[in-house]
DNA sequence: GCGAGCTATTCTAGTACTAGAATAGCCGGG
DNA sequence: CCCGGCTATTCTAGTACTAGAATAGCTCGC
């Protein structure tokens, strides 16, 4: 039994411990609660999962009503909320290394030239100033958020403050040395 | 034409602008300068990007030697350099989303009990803090990095830095408060 | 002059999704 | 009563790799 599961395959589960539902019903549910922020979870992605959670034992459909009805509610089973548990507490116990893809561009920084480098990390700078504040604005619209979805927002906006620091400095300095050549080693 | 490059292909596009060179040799060439810190590339993985970057015509054979020879040494096109560059910039100018799973753990906190949530992030403090020494001694080990590549590791070390505190912050006040019940919404 | 153990490439089979089309039940208005 | 437009699920075909085995040249010592 592989007993990992997916980031795709806890983050539904997990729904389904909160609360049995069915397939659409999670798409609304991952759409209302702007999950795609943090989560990659296609609508079609929901039901192959689902299947794949219910082929090993961790979902089962909830009391069958008739055969061909419309909607197959689902919920967890035993070992499914055992699962849920353990890889939680994986999730957030281990440190994963991440792959974002600004680093193969600034791997690639000597094939740019100079200045529309310094254009490209303006425009960098931009969107992280704008996604800073969407993410600001939607935590000052939920000032009674329970804490653990507080928790949630802090780690993003501390990541993105991080890195608005970092592109700060990184384009003060080449503006300020703006000719010293860069070399591949 | 599919336009758009796959991280995983500007990597090795951009070691083949850098110098023409052969399958074995990219493997080398990943593993000597730890790239394997921020990329994604298997061994086996690098003759199907480079056949696929092939058939895109962004790199091509050079010359090759007899028929039957063992070693076939890839540089990049004119279109594969434009290519190179115009992805780099992308790169570094497109902010991605990035989708931890830790997020997806602390979406999943109701279900873990409060003291091994409490064991979970300080064995996760720990990760970091081991990371964050071994990325500093990196650093230190190599004090006339050019400076695209000190950029790439101090990229790193601000998101790193930034996850310290905020776990900090985070277990002060589930400390500080623990019985406080986290409910879902 | 041959075979051990590298170097180097290819092949097969799989994984974890994803996009989008097809299908089919359901429900209210005309 | 039937049809348009939701709700809800399934299916087909693909993508972007990945693991690991198979294969084959290369070369150095004995």
Chains 1, 2 share one sequence.
């Not at 539904?12 to 659409?24: D, I, N, Q, T, W």
């Not at 329970?146 to 990184?170: G, M, V």
């Not at 003060?172 to 070399?183: G, H, K, M, N, V």
Request: hydrophobic residues 45%; proline residues 8%.
């Amino acid at each position: 039994m592989p007993s990992e599961l997916t980031p795709a395959e806890l983050t539904l589960l997990g729904l389904l411990v909160e609360a049995p539902r069915h397939g659409y019903e999670l798409e609304e549910v991952i759409a209302a609660r702007g999950m795609r922020e943090w989560t990659e979870i296609g609508f079609s992605s929901i039901y192959y999962l689902l299947g794949k959670l219910r082929d090993r034992g961790l979902v089962a459909e909830v009391d069958p009503p008739a055969r061909g009805k419309a909607r197959k509610v689902f919920g967890p089973t035993e070992e499914g909320r055992r699962a849920c548990t353990r890889a939680a507490e994986a999730a957030v116990a281990e440190l994963e290394p991440v792959f974002p893809r600004v680093l193969v561009g600034l791997a690639n920084q000597p094939v740019i030239p100079p200045d529309r480098l310094r254009a490209a990390l303006a425009r960098r700078a931009a969107s992280v100033a704008g996604k800073l504040a969407e993410l600001r604005a939607a935590v000052a619209a939920q000032p009674h958020a329970p804490r653990f979805a507080r928790a949630i927002f802090d780690y993003s906006l501390a990541q993105l403050e991080a890195e608005q620091r970092w592109l700060a400095a990184y384009r003060a300095e080449l503006t300020d040395s703006p000719d010293q050549e860069d070399r591949r080693p």
